[in-house]
């Protein structure tokens, strides 16, 4: 059974750009969720969907958007990149209330 | 406001001995708990979970102790091998809060052979 898979994997962005990051969850599962890790704030979380509708959101600007498509795949969008934004972006897909596997991640540069 | 803590940013034990990990929480509505591993520039791997409801979960070389009155849990890796080597994360989520994991800062581990 494929992992969670996300793509690309590393991303070098100017600031003032924006940029999607692509994530296709584990088969099976509804539920993908984004989270930011920086060497400052550690991992957090930036929002989730379950069946195409966002359910839960973190403390993040509008900057960050995201949606999922029907077959569950996400896509996470940052407008207007400032250099803060740079850090590795991270997919989970959970199947039910329980253990969320990750991605590799998108290592996101801005310059 | 961190609602997970894992106070000891490192830890160092030898190869084939024990090691504990500690993680404190503040938000009584954390309802499930999760260990997971993880190495540079990729993402965490899961190691093991536990459930408000149980106090003990045991997989392989891995434990995970809860203690609900105290809002502290621990990870214990027994025996300990140069493998485990990596950066430990607790997190928690809250049921009615969906798929959200709030996460502890993370303890580095070393295992020396």
């Known amino acids: 059974k494929a992992g969670v898979t996300q793509t690309p994997r590393y991303l070098i962005k100017t600031r003032g750009q924006q940029v999607t990051l692509s994530c296709s969850p584990i088969?099976?599962?509804?539920?993908v969720s984004w989270y930011q890790q920086t060497p400052g704030q550690g991992l957090q979380f930036l929002f989730e969907?379950?069946?195409?509708?966002?359910?839960n959101k973190g403390n993040f600007p509008g900057r960050f958007s995201g949606r999922q498509f029907s077959n569950s795949r996400s896509e996470m969008n940052v407008s207007t990149l400032e250099l803060g934004d740079s850090a590795l972006y991270l997919c989970?897909?959970?199947?039910?209330?329980?253990?969320?596997?990750f991605g590799q991640g998108t290592r996101l540069t801005v310059v | 406001d961190q609602q997970v803590k894992q106070n000891s940013p490192s830890l160092s034990v030898q190869e084939g001995r024990i090691s504990i990990l500690n993680c404190d929480y503040t938000n009584s509505m954390f309802d499930y708990f999760l260990w997971y591993k993880k190495y540079p520039a990729e993402g965490p791997t899961f190691l093991i979970s536990i459930s408000s409801i149980k106090d003990k979960n045991e997989d392989g070389r891995f434990t995970v102790f809860l203690n609900k009155s105290a809002k502290h849990l621990s990870l214990h890796i027994v025996p300990s091998q140069p493998g485990d080597s990596a950066v430990y994360f607790c997190?928690?989520?809250?049921?009615?809060?969906?798929?959200?994991?709030?996460f502890g800062g993370g303890t580095r581990v070393l295992v020396k052979p």
């Open positions: 997190a928690a989520s809250a049921g009615a809060a969906g798929n959200k994991l709030t």
């Open positions: 088969s099976g599962h509804r539920s």
């Open positions: 969907y379950f069946s195409e509708t966002q359910r």
């Open positions: 989970a897909s959970r199947l039910t209330e329980t253990e969320a596997f």
